[in-house]
T-cell receptor, first 111, second 114 residues
Framework: EDQVTQSPEALRLQEGESSSLNCSYT??????LFWYRQDPGKGPEFLFT???AGEEKEKERLKATLTKKESFLHITAPKPEDSATYLC????????????FGGGTRLMVKP | NAGVTQTPKFQVLKTGQSMTLQCAQD?????MSWYRQDPGMGLRLIHY???????DQGEVPNGYNVSRSTTEDFPLRLLSAAPSQTSVYFC?????????????FGPGTRLTVL
């Protein structure tokens, strides 16, 4: 069974204080790992797709990396507007388009 | 492009009532899906469709029906609502059912069953 675990569940940062969110996964043949951002009362917003170990993707203050067992979402010098819940999901080789989601990390950035 | 749209945004039902949650996308996406999101449970797949006329069950399909008569629309029907179906429901779509493409989500429907 595919499993995705995100840590920490919640993270409080001061503005400018860089940190990383973790997504550990167990999957039969990873086809892709996805990062989403979700604001309160909204649907998840797509951020990145990572396909293979060693791959990195960047967008503004966010950088996602992938190993064979986990992915990290690095946030550099965060701003209050980066406050959101960040979700990680995996697509397995034998599961078509089906995604397995982690529970998310709720990030709060204080000014 | 409006992307993925969902109606209604909020709904309150009584136990035993039925209703349909609407979902539409204007991106000509082949794949569409329905998720529910509950505190502490993450997003769980209810049903999905790989194209018009083709649907299949996800992880938590009991109590829900779907159909896909057009590429654009993918309604979710609650047959006889139960308090356990109180949740936030998200519809999502993806370019193709083959390959690895991101799913794009709608704004959600918050459903309360009394």
């Amino acid at each position: 069974e595919d499993q995705v675990t995100q840590s920490p569940e919640a993270l409080r940062l001061q503005e400018g204080e860089s940190s990383s969110l973790n997504c550990s996964y167990t999957v039969s043949g990873l086809r892709g790992l996805f990062w989403y951002r979700q604001d309160p009362g909204k649907g998840p917003e797509f951020l990145f797709t990572l396909y293979s170990a060693g791959e990195e993707k960047e967008k503004e203050r966010l950088k996602a990396t992938l190993t064979k067992k986990e992915s990290f979402l690095h946030i550099t010098a965060p701003k209050p507007e980066d406050s959101a819940t960040y979700l990680c999901a995996v697509q397995a080789g034998n599961a078509g388009n089906m995604l397995t989601f982690g529970g998310g990390t709720r990030l709060m950035v204080k000014p | 492009n409006a992307g993925v749209t969902q109606t209604p945004k909020f709904q309150v039902l009584k136990t035993g009532q039925s209703m349909t949650l609407q979902c539409a996308q204007d991106m000509n996406h082949e794949y569409m899906s329905w998720y529910r999101q509950d505190p502490g449970m993450g997003l769980r797949l209810i049903h999905y469709s790989v194209g018009a006329g083709i649907t299949d069950q996800g992880e938590v399909p009991n109590g829900y029906n779907v159909s896909r008569s057009t590429t654009e629309d993918f309604p979710l029907r609650l047959l006889s609502a139960a308090p356990s179906q109180t949740s936030v429901y998200f519809c999502a779509s993806s370019y193709s059912s083959g390959g690895t493409y991101p799913q794009y989500f709608g704004p959600g429907t918050r459903l309360t069953v009394l």
